[in-house]
């Protein structure tokens, strides 16, 4: 009986012996490996179904622990693939629960920023149209249409849903405003004519709506300059150099005054345009 104890004891050393030579010699043979990490994405996100899966079934659960999984993310080195991999973490939790407010607060703060304006708009038009009761999502995506994308009708058609939901009297006609302006800045000036006039048919109020209809003044005239300029095209083969060429070729008796002063110019294609205030891009420029 002691003889077998004994050789099993020493069975067991052997075992260990051996086992620890093969864990030596395989961590010296593994230490030649270039060690090869997973991509950042794969360490963060996961397919949708699988984030539902693994939350019992519960999407908006999913969506909480995805928005948690961003906000932790968003403390890491300030790089690229971390933004990749934070963009890609909040548009699954917008798809998942488009009305999580931490999700869309957070998504306006970083990411059009960081070069994902697409996957921040993505996620504040989710945002804007799942919680009709709040005024920040369409704000911020306004903001969003002109600031980055120099979108100026759609950026103000934005900003005046934000005004339509604003919780203040003050915060409507700040917003309201501000719409008007950006609509000024359009391309297409009967666009921005229409939504001005659309802001004047739901103003509340003698002074706001007084203001904007100096808007809608001001847009008429740079209409009819605009079609002035286009039958000059038509007439002449060529872009009037100036505006003063509108009223000698007879098209326009008279220009048309500016009822806020600053008023009207022509741009390097000879486009008739409004003068106001440079915008400043993102980058400064």
């Known amino acids: 009986m002691g003889i077998w104890r004994q050789r099993w004891h020493w069975s067991i050393w052997l075992v260990l012996l051996v086992g620890g030579g093969l864990f030596s010699f395989s961590v010296e043979r593994l230490g030649g490996y270039p060690r090869k990490f997973p991509d950042p994405e794969i360490q963060v996100t996961l397919p949708r179904f699988v984030q539902v899966a ?15 999984r961003s906000l ?11 933004y990749l991999v934070q963009a890609r973490v909040q548009t699954d939790a ?16 970083l990411l ?10 993505d996620i504040l038009l989710k945002a804007s149209q799942a919680r009709p009761f709040d005024m920040l999502p369409p704000l911020y995506l306004g903001f969003d249409y ?9 950026g103000s058609r934005w900003m005046y849903e934000a005004a339509r939901r604003a919780d203040s009297e003050q915060n409507r006609i700040s917003l309201t405003r501000i719409a008007s302006r950006w609509a000024e800045r359009g391309q297409d000036a009967r666009d921005a004519l229409r939504m001005v006039e659309v802001m004047i048919q739901q103003a509340r109020g003698a002074s706001l ?6 808007r809608a003044e001001r ?3 740079l209409v009819q300059l605009q079609e002035a300029a286009g039958s000059y ?26 009822p806020q002063g600053r008023g009207y110019g022509m741009d390097a294609e000879g486009m008739p345009m409004l003068i106001q205030d440079p915008i400043r891009g993102p980058a400064g420029g």
Do not use: C, M, Q
Not at 54 to 68: H, K, S
Not at 72 to 82: P, V
Not at 112 to 121: I, N
């Open 209 to 214: 709506k007084r203001y904007l209809e100096l």
């Open 72 to 82: 932790l993310n968003s403390f890491g080195g300030d790089t690229r693939d971390r």
């Open 233 to 258: 095209r038509e007439r002449n083969g060529k872009s009037p150099a100036s505006l003063e060429d509108l009223v000698r070729s007879g098209i326009v008796k008279k220009l048309p005054v500016d």
């Open 112 to 121: 059009s920023w960081s070069g994902y304006v697409p996957e921040a708009e």
């Open 54 to 68: 693994l939350a019992g079934g519960d999407r908006y659960l999913a969506a909480n622990i995805a928005v948690v």
């Open 146 to 154: 002109f600031y980055f994308n120099r979108d100026s009708v759609l």
């Open 94 to 109: 917008a798809w998942l629960n488009p009305r999580h407010e931490d999700n869309y607060y957070v998504a306006a703060a």
């Open 219 to 221: 847009l008429r005239g």
